[in-house]
């Protein structure tokens, strides 16, 4: 069973077996395999397509990249938006990894959710001086690339200036002096706050730190939890300099967890990158409901949810076990089947003598049927249905079409962005003033006045035109704003027998030809043909003064096309 392309689960993960080696080791068959991780998997889902351009929210990106994958994502702390350019048309491992790049966020993985985060792993609650109460295994100090300085520049306007620039100066100045990095440049940044903070992450302004060593030496140090955490953060004192303090985290484990041999740490100053993340289970926080000025806990939309909740306490209506292995069971002595379960893993609620615990709340998260509440304060919200997908990120409150991530509604306190039709407005009536975001509506179309015609065999008789030439002759020019994309042309038209008629549309700026219509009077068009219509399309609205000039002639000299221009209307 361990072949290549084999799935091996083990402590609540997925590995795929990429690579196998056989050998003999006594007489016994052996084999080694490197399995990565599942997630890695993503190097075999392509994004063919692309976002459209401009500013993004992370999860507007994630939704791009995840959507169709065995993966969700739920963002948790909050991320400024990004400009982006033709993203996409790439694998979604790629996608991810700029994104993680772009952001400057990390990711944790719980089952098939990835958890985003600014920082991964937590903060230890000791301080670690290697030459004092740890002695190292390994140690590596590097100031090479050691600067204090940096300047950097965002997206570059049409005449060479930028729309933002900025300067950083690092506190380890005062140590190091001022030591100048490469200037850093990002086409995609157009807020000063995001420049500024892409400056700092840039910078290297502390002594690159690596130290490699056994846990059980971290532990004797004081280290609290009881198995390394990627991303944990060793406040440290750099001994050499006295007031330099460092931040050393977590950057590679190294476990043994079938024998009893103790995990290999590496503490660095680094960033984490794609290839460190790190599978641990990531423990959700419920943010505190309460009132800014009194803090304490709202009392009003949902009062009686709260009364319910006292009384049902200070009634006393539950009693209290202790089971053996069980933890701490609060039953109703009036029905056995509903009652809370106090454990190590959790608390839970149920109703069915513990079968199912639809209330719960564990390291994983917090599972609810009904959560009343007053106020949640919280950086992201993220809702997904069967056929959409709707965030809430600090940014923007974005529902994004799944099929088609470039279809979406977008809603801050400055506007209303709603982006590839994504909208109806019906009246009262039942009329839908704007379908699928196409005005229903005509537009308004002018023809010049006097009409811009060509005098010479172009003669008005009654409703008609007769045109008497076989070289195109004006019959009128129209002008509009492009707002809607096509051009709805009624008209009635006749040609004697034995010449065909042929009408021209004509873009009135370029001259390019937009549309032509050839006819005759044959056996099935024996007669005038009254108010035909005709669409023509005119591109995708620009908004622009647009006008088009209509032509026509016959291709007989001597027997004459009659044309009536019935309306002109733009639509769509």
């Given at each position: 069973m361990v072949e290549e392309e084999s799935v091996i689960e083990y402590n609540g993960h997925s590995y795929r077996i990429k690579n196998v080696t056989e050998r003999v080791v006594r007489a016994t068959p052996v084999k080694s395999v490197t399995a990565p991780h599942v997630f890695f998997d993503l190097v075999d889902d392509f994004r063919y397509e692309t976002l459209t351009n401009g500013?993004?929210?992370?999860?507007?990106?994630?939704s791009f990249i995840f959507n169709g994958t065995d993966w969700s994502f739920s963002v948790i702390d909050s991320f400024d938006t990004v400009e982006f350019e033709n993203f996409g048309n790439a694998n979604c491992l790629d996608l991810f990894s700029q994104v993680l790049e772009r952001?400057?966020?990390?990711?944790?993985?719980?089952?098939?959710?990835?958890?985003?985060?600014?920082?991964i792993g937590s903060l230890i609650d000791l301080q670690f001086?290697?030459?004092h109460n740890v002695k190292t295994l390994n140690r590596s100090v590097d100031t090479s690339n050691l600067s204090t300085y940096i300047k950097g520049t965002g997206k570059q306007r049409e005449d060479g200036t930028y729309v933002v620039s900025a300067e950083y100066t690092s506190p380890n100045a005062a140590i190091f002096g001022i030591k100048h990095a490469p200037p850093y440049s990002n086409e995609s940044?157009?807020?000063?706050?995001?420049?500024?903070?892409?400056?700092?992450?840039?910078?290297?302004?502390t002594p690159e730190v690596s130290i490699e060593l056994e846990f059980v030496v971290l532990k004797d140090a004081g280290y609290t939890k009881s198995k390394p955490g990627l991303g944990d953060v060793v406040p440290t004192i750099y001994e050499p300099l006295k007031d330099l303090d460092l931040d050393?985290?977590?950057?590679?484990?190294?476990?043994?967890p079938e024998s009893n041999k103790a995990p290999k740490v590496v503490l660095a100053t680094s960033k984490l990158t794609l290839a460190d993340a790190d599978f641990s289970y990531q423990k959700a926080l419920l943010d505190r409901i309460w009132d800014e000025n009194s803090k304490t806990i709202r009392y009003n939309v949902y009062n009686e949810a709260v009364k319910r909740a006292t009384e049902a306490l200070n009634n006393s209506l539950t009693e209290l076990e202790y089971p053996v292995g069980m933890g701490i069971i609060a039953r109703d002595p009036n029905d056995p089947n509903r009652f809370v379960a106090l454990r190590s893993s959790g608390l839970g609620v149920t109703t069915d003598g513990g079968l199912t615990f639809k209330e719960a709340i564990t390291s994983d998260g917090v599972t609810t049927s009904l959560l009343t509440a007053g106020q949640i304060k919280t950086n992201n919200i993220q809702i997904i249905g069967n056929d959409d997908l709707f965030y809430w990120d600090g940014n923007y409150l974005i529902a994004i079409d799944p099929s088609n991530p470039n279809k979406f509604v977008r809603l801050t306190s400055g506007e209303l962005y709603i982006a590839r039709g994504a909208m109806t407005i019906e009246r009262e009536d039942g009329y839908k003033v704007v379908n699928n975001g196409y005005l229903t509506g005509d537009f308004a179309v002018q023809s010049g006045n006097p009409p811009f015609r060509d005098t010479t065999d172009v003669v008005q008789r009654g409703q008609w035109l007769d045109i008497n030439s076989s070289e195109q002759r004006r019959v009128d020019r129209y002008s509009f704003t492009h707002n809607g994309r096509y051009l709805k042309l009624v008209i009635s038209r006749y040609v004697q027998a034995g010449a065909q008629g042929v009408i021209y549309?004509?873009?009135?700026?370029?001259?390019?030809?937009?549309?032509?219509?050839?006819?005759d009077n044959n056996e099935q068009h024996n007669s005038a043909q009254f108010l035909q219509s005709y669409?023509?399309?005119?591109?995708?609205?620009?908004?622009?003064?647009?006008?088009?000039?209509?032509?026509?002639?016959?291709?007989?000299?001597?027997?004459?096309?009659?044309?009536?221009?019935?309306?002109?209307?733009?639509?769509?």
């Open positions: 500013s993004k929210t992370i999860a507007q990106v994630l952001y400057g966020a990390e990711f944790d993985l719980n089952g098939n959710d990835v958890i985003i985060r600014e920082k001086r290697y030459n940044i157009t807020h000063l706050a995001t420049l500024q903070r892409n400056l700092q992450r840039a910078i290297q302004d050393l985290r977590v950057m590679e484990i190294e476990e043994y549309v004509d873009d009135g700026g370029s001259g390019e030809q937009l549309w032509t219509l050839s006819f669409n023509i399309d005119l591109g995708n609205p620009t908004g622009a003064e647009k006008s088009v000039i209509i032509r026509a002639r016959t291709t007989q000299a001597g027997l004459p096309m009659s044309l009536h221009i019935g309306r002109v209307s733009l639509w769509g």
